[in-house]
């Protein structure tokens, strides 16, 4: 049977992609945006294994599915075409039709990619030190270079915070940093420590933009070494610090100030409650902590990002959590909760802006980290845009407060964070 037909029966015949197969079949809409072409049996057969996006991703991953077009386009199409219900009998007619049994077996490996990530970071206590360091390195040391060209100057690789519908990414990234500054009252002399800093941008924004001495600590030993030598080339040194370290092992304490940037989703939910504890211990009374994560929009159901594409190629042991959850333990470990906000439609945005960066350096970054890592990176952003856009996932920055011994607070009556103007450019 033409595999352009079996394309047809599970998309429907007006799905709005152009299909190719190696078979020389065709199927869609003929010179669509998008164009979706099997190159090879084992395409069919990483589907038929691992039914799904992962099947999918492994085949694109590979080499053997190819798509033309926009990624985040050809991904929202392709959504909406699944929502075609086939019964288990006709999944089975159309798995017969197709070669039956022997689609399963012999099994594909995977493709080398993905036997690269498993290789680094199964084995091991999950989240323990050595685990955690496994799995951020796998993430963030592909190549400075590379993020340099996604995500552009700012070297931001967090949800930004468009202050208008004309605001460029940098400017975004920028707002989004000064607004999280502005969240916890910093001031010149204050004392920031931010965890999981990446390549440093809050740091340096913090001890540029307000005279805060400001300490970050990342487990990537490349953002360490890229945001070091920033701080040296923007005259820092004496208010900025990035160190290659377990957030764990921060000795000092005292702090007027805590931002997690990106980090509780790679905590784990059972360690969540240590966690806010131990940030709780690192503030002086009357400190705050503003804590900026990825979220799901509900509190049921498991956490884990296991078994599919994101925790394979992109996050090993990602865990994300509901708002609620969130609030909850940190309520639990002392703070007083002051503020929260949803950023959804904002991390859309900028994972839009960060597609646009990749896609301009297409050639540029296949030569640098190869074309298995090239397709992980341009597949993963682009769904996860759509997961942003459909509320399949949230951002959430939830802001706390340690009391004085007398309970007070020392937030103002109304949030005032949002009076400041909006910066015009990165950091």
Same mark, same amino acid.
């Given at each position: 049977?033409?595999? /352009?037909?079996?394309?047809?029966?599970?998309?429907?015949?007006?799905?709005?992609?152009?299909?190719?197969?190696?078979?020389?079949?065709?199927?869609?809409?003929?010179?669509?945006p998008v164009r979706i072409?099997?190159?090879?049996?084992?395409?069919?057969?990483?589907?038929?294994?691992?039914?799904?996006?992962?099947?999918?991703?492994?085949?694109?991953?590979?080499?053997?599915?190819?798509?033309?077009?926009?990624?985040?386009?050809?991904?929202?199409?392709?959504?909406? /075409?699944?929502?075609?219900?086939?019964?288990?009998?006709?999944?089975?007619?159309?798995?017969?039709?197709?070669?039956?049994?022997?689609?399963?077996?012999?099994?594909?490996?995977?493709?080398?990619?993905?036997?690269?990530?498993?290789?680094?970071?199964?084995?091991?206590?999950?989240?323990?030190?050595?685990?955690?360091?496994?799995?951020?390195?796998?993430?963030?040391?592909?190549?400075?270079?590379?993020?340099?060209?996604?995500?552009?100057?700012?070297?931001?690789?967090?949800?930004?915070?468009?202050?208008?519908?004309?605001?460029?990414?940098?400017?975004?990234?920028?707002?989004?940093?000064?607004?999280?500054?502005?969240?916890?009252?910093?001031?010149?002399?204050?004392?920031?420590?931010?965890?999981?800093?990446?390549?440093?941008?809050?740091?340096?924004?913090?001890?540029?933009?307000?005279?805060?001495?400001?300490?970050?600590?990342?487990?990537?030993?490349?953002?360490?070494?890229? /945001?070091?030598?920033?701080?040296?080339?923007?005259?820092?040194?004496?208010? /900025?610090?990035?160190?290659?370290?377990?957030?764990?092992?921060?000795?000092?304490?005292?702090?007027?100030?805590?931002?997690?940037?990106?980090?509780?989703?790679?905590?784990?939910?059972?360690?969540?409650?240590?966690?806010?504890?131990?940030?709780?211990?690192?503030l002086k009374p009357g400190?705050?902590?503003?804590?900026?994560?990825?979220?799901?929009?509900?509190?049921?159901?498991?956490?884990?990002?296991?078994?599919?594409?994101?925790?394979?190629?992109?996050?090993?042991?990602?865990?994300?959590?509901?708002?609620?959850?969130?609030?909850?333990?940190?309520?639990?470990?002392?703070?007083?909760?002051?503020?929260?906000?949803?950023?959804?439609?904002?991390?859309?945005?900028?994972?839009?802006?960060?597609?646009?960066?990749?896609?301009?350096?297409?050639?540029?970054?296949?030569?640098?980290?190869?074309?298995?890592?090239?397709?992980?990176?341009?597949?993963?952003?682009?769904?996860?845009?759509?997961?942003?856009?459909?509320?399949?996932?949230?951002?959430?920055?939830?802001?706390?407060?340690?009391?004085?011994?007398?309970?007070?607070?020392?937030?103002?009556?109304?949030?005032?964070?949002?009076?400041?103007?909006?910066?015009?450019a990165a950091g």
């Amino acid at each position: 049977m033409a595999l /352009a037909k079996v394309f047809e029966r599970i998309a429907g015949p007006d799905a709005p992609v152009e299909f190719r197969a190696y078979d020389g079949s065709e199927a869609g809409v003929t010179g669509a945006p998008v164009r979706i072409t099997v190159r090879s049996p084992v395409a069919v057969s990483y589907i038929a294994q691992a039914p799904g996006s992962l099947g999918m991703a492994r085949a694109y991953v590979a080499g053997h599915l190819d798509v033309d077009g926009d990624m985040y386009t050809a991904l929202a199409r392709m959504a909406q /075409a699944q929502r075609v219900h086939l019964d288990v009998a006709e999944r089975l007619r159309i798995l017969g039709e197709l070669g039956g049994p022997k689609l399963l077996y012999p099994r594909v490996p995977p493709p080398a990619q993905e036997v690269r990530v498993r290789r680094r970071w199964l084995g091991g206590q999950r989240h323990s030190k050595r685990r955690d360091a496994s799995a951020i390195a796998h993430h963030y040391d592909v190549s400075n270079t590379f993020y340099e060209w996604v995500l552009g100057p700012s070297m931001a690789y967090t949800c930004a915070c468009y202050p208008d519908e004309d605001a460029t990414l940098e400017q975004a990234q920028a707002y989004k940093h000064d607004l999280v500054a502005r969240k916890l009252a910093l001031r010149p002399g204050m004392r920031l420590l931010d965890v999981g800093c990446g390549w440093g941008g809050m740091v340096r924004h913090a001890a540029r933009e307000h005279g805060v001495k400001a300490l970050g600590v990342t487990l990537s030993a490349q953002q360490a070494t890229w /945001a070091q030598q920033a701080i040296e080339r923007e005259g820092l040194s004496g208010l /900025a610090e990035v160190r290659h370290l377990d957030y764990r092992d921060v000795p000092e304490s005292g702090f007027d100030a805590v931002s997690s940037i990106g980090l509780t989703e790679h905590i784990g939910k059972a360690q969540l409650p240590a966690y806010f504890s131990f940030l709780f211990g690192k503030l002086k009374p009357g400190g705050r902590l503003l804590n900026h994560c990825i979220t799901r929009p509900d509190n049921s159901g498991s956490a884990r990002l296991a078994g599919g594409f994101i925790n394979r190629y992109v996050f090993p042991d990602g865990e994300l959590e509901g708002p609620g959850h969130l609030v909850s333990v940190m309520n639990g470990a002392g703070f007083e909760i002051r503020h929260e906000e949803n950023l959804r439609e904002h991390y859309a945005r900028t994972l839009a802006a960060w597609c646009a960066n990749l896609d301009a350096h297409w050639h540029e970054a296949v030569a640098e980290v190869g074309p298995g890592t090239a397709r992980v990176w341009r597949l993963y952003m682009a769904g996860s845009r759509v997961g942003f856009d459909h509320n399949v996932v949230e951002l959430h920055q939830i802001l706390g407060v340690r009391l004085d011994a007398d309970g007070s607070s020392h937030m103002p009556l109304r949030p005032d964070w949002e009076s400041a103007p909006a910066p015009v450019a990165a950091g």
